[in-house]
């Protein structure tokens, strides 16, 4: 039985003072919840004021991207190293955003998975189709190259670190979810593609998460399905209402 992941991204929101007592008051509420794994992934200036924030607490850290170097001249981007000094555990690769506004690649996405497990870091892998793909019954397709080329070269072993998140892109921050039969379609897609190109054992191991508009008014029909496991919870993570019914309606 796969333990349920409830995942927060918080995109460029929050300020270190802020993140801090949002944090606290998420430490406050469910800070010794157990039965579901819980993360919080503010933007890079606050990420060490929540981790100090949420110590002692249940809640892991994760940062929301990373370059695949170690160090160098790269102007403006963050290592893997830099992240685990701050105390992040887990790291958001291939979000739809930064596949829409920064041109990540696939390449891209397979570069920064292999440096993230390389450093001891857990990688959540973002793919997704758009509204145009799936309107022109591309939808599989289009998951199908990204898990292709996004996981080349990755041993079974690699693959156990990471979390998959499966975002259609037309449902992120517009307020319209999949459906449960949607999503669950396309996780047990994603798993059968798991299952087919590395193993039965690493297929029922992974973590599918879903992400798109997720309230605590949807996450019961969502993870109610086999194949869905949690959700990655954009909007709806920075009310701590709102995050806290999420994480309790997930058991």
């Known amino acids: 039985m796969r333990k349920p992941f409830i995942a927060g991204n918080w995109k460029m929101n929050k300020t270190a003072v802020e993140a801090a ?4 008051k998420l430490k406050e509420s469910v800070g010794d919840f157990k039965d579901a794994d819980i993360l919080i992934c503010p933007p890079y200036t606050s990420l060490a004021a929540a981790q100090e924030a949420i110590k002692d607490s249940v809640i892991d850290l994760g940062a929301q991207n990373m370059h695949w170097e170690g160090q160098g001249a790269f102007t403006g981007e963050i290592s893997s190293v830099m992240l685990k000094d701050v105390g992040a555990k887990f790291v ?3 979000h739809s955003e930064r596949r829409k506004y920064f041109s990540e690649t696939n390449e891209k996405v397979n570069k920064k998975i292999k440096a993230a ?8 892998v973002c793919i997704g189709e758009t509204l145009e793909q799936r309107e022109k019954g591309q939808e599989k397709e289009v998951i199908e190259n990204q898990l292709k080329e996004g996981f080349d070269s990755l041993s079974e072993e690699d693959l156990e670190k990471i979390t998959v998140a499966y975002e259609p892109v037309w449902a992120i921050g517009t307020g319209k979810t999949a459906t449960g039969q949607q999503a669950e379609q396309m996780h047990s897609f994603i798993r059968n593609w798991v299952r087919e190109n590395f193993s039965d054992q690493t297929a029922e191991k992974i973590r599918l998460l879903y992400g798109g508009s997720v309230k605590p008014v949807n996450i019961k029909e969502l993870i109610s399905n086999e194949n869905i496991d949690g959700a990655l919870v954009g909007g709806a993570s920075l009310k701590v209402q709102n995050f806290t019914e999420i994480i309790k309606n997930s058991v």
């Open 21 to 24: 007592d949002l944090a606290s």
């Open 92 to 94: 958001i690769i291939g």
């Open 117 to 124: 497990i390389s450093a001891g870091l857990l990688p959540i």
